[in-house]
């Protein structure tokens, strides 16, 4: 699966939009993107760099969630 596929799925996860401090999809694009320092999740295919961060924050909602 792509990166930004990856992304825009995470996006519809009401859990990880409040680990964003996002309330809806479009708020959770925007930090992300503002995170990963990229101005579409479309770039997260093309940017190693803006990958892995976005991996990175992946890994820490994974890691610091309770289920």
Partial sequence: MR???TAALMGQNPRFRAYLGADT????RDALCRQCGIQS???LDSNPDAAE???AIRRAFAYGRSD
């Fill in 53 to 55: 961060r976005f991996h």
């Fill in 41 to 43: 999740r479309a770039e």
């Fill in 3 to 5: 990166t930004s596929t």
């Fill in 25 to 28: 999809e479009q708020a959770a």
